[in-house]
């Protein structure tokens, strides 16, 4: 079981012999080289992703458009958080160029979150989407914010017809408040029944963050919910501390438990269950999106 731990401070932990990642590949120094000569921003670096280096080595990256300053303090998340950047209009020609370049044949779009827009970036997403789609015909996931709730935003992205619509629900409704202060967790329900209404056969997606002091009932509730709004796809992994700044890692959580919490969230219902220590939104997302395509 997951158990609950007290809502205190603690040392940074060392990392279980589980955590640890493989050496760079012959692909990490060509991805590198992309992503800075299209000076593109990437999840994988402003959020110290785990996989980074597997990813890279082996050319593939999610994208984040929209800067790389995000307008909302979450407590687990390293994006710098602050004054936000003007909106580049020829970002989406770049990530369509990089995704060229990479050889991309599923592609992961993701954003800061900016509720200073009138849209959240709804457009630039779309725009994103479309012209990835236009240049090298692979297929599009996006990973949103929950842009404040707004239907229109939500919409227009939809209406790109992205091939996997993602955004995460990330921790149980009982630690919102320091997890990801400013979301509502009946927002992110709502985003997600939205989209199934303007679309029912476009597949949703959501993940969540384990080893926070959630507990195994609170996780299957949230799974629950999730199921009740048609959402099929699901992905479960260790939070890290990115930094000793952030929440603290109140457990990790061993590759044998993550495996008995898939098995009990597949029974939900799901058609893809991805769990895992090293699990995230946008790992091995192509392999996850074409299993649910066949």
């Known amino acids: 079981m997951l158990e609950i731990l007290p809502d205190v401070p603690q040392k940074r932990r060392r990392l279980p012999k589980w955590l640890k990642r493989p050496m760079p590949g012959p692909g990490m120094a060509y991805t590198s080289n992309t992503i800075e000569d299209l000076k593109l921003e990437t999840v994988c670096e402003s959020a110290k992703c785990p996989n980074q280096t597997e990813c890279w080595s082996h050319r593939t990256a999610?994208?984040?458009?929209?800067?790389?300053?995000?307008?909302?303090?979450?407590?687990?998340?390293?994006?710098?958080?602050?004054?936000?950047?003007?909106?580049?209009?020829?970002?989406?020609?770049?990530?369509?160029?990089?995704?060229?370049?990479?050889?991309?044949?599923?592609?992961?779009?993701?954003?800061?979150?900016?509720?200073?827009?009138?849209?959240?970036?709804?457009?630039?997403?779309?725009?994103?989407?479309?012209?990835?789609?236009?240049?090298?015909?692979?297929?599009?996931?996006?990973?949103?914010?929950?842009?404040?709730?707004?239907?229109?935003?939500?919409?227009?992205?939809?209406?790109?017809?992205?091939?996997?619509?993602?955004?995460?629900?990330?921790?149980?409704?009982?630690?919102?408040?320091?997890?990801?202060r400013n979301a509502e967790y009946q927002r992110t329900l709502d985003l997600l029944a939205y989209v199934k209404e303007l679309s029912p056969n476009m597949p949703t997606k959501s993940g969540l963050m384990l080893g926070l002091g959630e507990t195994i009932e609170e996780v299957l509730a949230v799974c629950a919910d999730l199921r009740a709004v048609g959402c099929e796809m699901m992905t479960i992994g260790q939070y890290l501390q990115p930094t000793p700044a952030h929440l603290p890692v109140e457990r990790f959580i061993p590759p044998e438990e993550f495996d008995l919490v898939g098995d009990e969230v597949r029974k939900l219902g799901f058609e893809l269950v991805a769990s895992g220590p090293f699990v995230r939104s946008s790992y091995h997302a192509g392999e996850m999106a074409s299993v649910l395509s066949r």
């Open 62 to 180: 999610t994208f984040m458009i929209l800067g790389n300053v995000c307008t909302r303090p979450c407590g687990f998340c390293s994006v710098p958080k602050g004054k936000t950047e003007t909106v580049e209009l020829d970002e989406p020609e770049r990530v369509a160029e990089a995704a060229e370049r990479l050889g991309l044949e599923h592609v992961v779009i993701t954003s800061v979150t900016r509720d200073d827009l009138p849209d959240g970036g709804a457009d630039h997403f779309y725009e994103c989407v479309l012209a990835v789609r236009e240049r090298t015909g692979a297929a599009v996931e996006v990973l949103t914010p929950d842009f404040l709730g707004d239907k229109s935003a939500i919409a227009r992205v939809v209406e790109a017809s992205p091939d996997v619509f993602n955004h995460n629900t990330e921790t149980v409704p009982r630690l919102y408040y320091r997890v990801r």
